[in-house]
């Protein structure tokens, strides 16, 4: 990866790292549906000025289907299932779960994408990655196992929609400007979402404590808006399965967020954890080339 993907990379992880602690602030004073439709508001918004400011070229009429299904899958459906569970899940836990995003993208980039193949190095890190995840929590994974078993159900659903976007973008929005399948796709997850709150919900009910507006304009601007760019950056850049492998980063900035303005304990687990997560990207992102591994049993390169 050059080293404006691994600043896209960085940001991605941080930013979109947080988004699990703004949620839950978020939920203190909002329902799931008003506070999702809320901040994609405001992430419509800094993508139209963005539109303005950078002058892409626009895409063809035809690709407002593939905008709609990235506005279900990659958007609506994911953030709504997110906002949903942590009602019934920590944000950390939330965080842990949607960090299997990689797996799911690794296993349906192997049938929809021919460019990105797995490969020994890949496997290798997801697996330390994903162990890294294992380690960095396991002492609440017990806890939650007993109670909050449809949150965290609702959070792995979230994870397999974003990894279906992935590859559904890579294979139909891959010629796009990053802003213009951003702000595409966000326009129909609010026609989604801003449907299913005024069906649902009826009269809109705003937020009054500053706190709310500011969970609001963070993931609106920071997460959605910049960060869904840059993600479709990172995308055309590095492949799907590399991209996702953010993901792994969220526990460890969920961990550190906590550290530093909680005053949670450092143990073991966030030393042995962290190291194993950062361990997991760079073997991906690894200039090692190595066979293939074959798809099939008795396969031959």
């Known amino acids: 990866m050059t080293i404006q993907s691994w600043l896209k990379f ?4 941080v930013v979109w790292g947080a988004t699990f602690l703004w949620i839950k602030i978020g939920l203190e004073e909002l329902t799931p549906i008003t506070f999702t439709a809320l901040r994609l508001s405001v992430a419509l918004t800094g993508l139209l000025i963005l539109l303005l400011i950078t002058r892409p070229r626009l895409p063809r009429l035809a ?17 709504l299932l997110i906002t949903w569970s942590e009602q019934h899940v920590t944000s950390g836990m939330a965080a842990i779960l949607n960090s299997t995003a990689p797996l799911f993208t690794m296993l349906l980039a192997q049938i929809f994408v021919q460019d990105d193949r797995i490969t020994l190095p890949k496997v290798l890190g997801l697996l330390a990655g994903f162990s890294g995840v294992v380690v960095l929590v396991s002492d609440e994974l017990g806890a939650a196992m007993t109670g909050e078993r449809w949150g965290q159900l609702g959070v792995l659903a979230a994870s397999l929609s974003y990894a279906v976007a992935i590859i559904f973008a890579r294979r139909r929005t891959f010629d796009l400007a990053p802003v213009v399948q951003a702000l595409g796709q966000n326009f129909f997850a609010n026609l989604t979402v801003w449907g299913l709150a005024i069906g649902l919900e009826g009269s809109l009910t705003l937020p009054r404590l500053p706190m709310t507006w500011l969970a609001i304009l963070w993931l609106g601007i ?6 869904t760019v840059l993600y479709y950056g990172l995308l055309k850049e590095v492949g799907p399965t590399r991209t996702t492998l953010v ?8 961990v550190i967020l906590g550290v530093v303005f909680l005053q949670e304990t450092l143990d073991w687990r966030v030393l042995l954890g962290g190291g194993l997560i950062i361990s997991g990207v760079a073997i991906v992102n690894s200039r090692i080339h190595l066979r293939r591994i074959p798809t099939e049993a008795g396969q031959n390169e």
Not at 10 to 13: D, E, K, P, R, S
Not at 63 to 76: E, H, K, P, R, T
Not at 222 to 227: E, L, S, V
């Open 10 to 13: 960085i940001y991605l992880g």
């Open 63 to 79: 690709n407002g289907w593939d905008f709609l299904v990235l506005g279900v899958f990659n958007i609506a459906l994911p953030f």
């Open 222 to 227: 920071m997460a959605t808006c910049i960060g």
């Open 247 to 254: 993901t792994y980063l969220f526990p460890l900035v969920g």
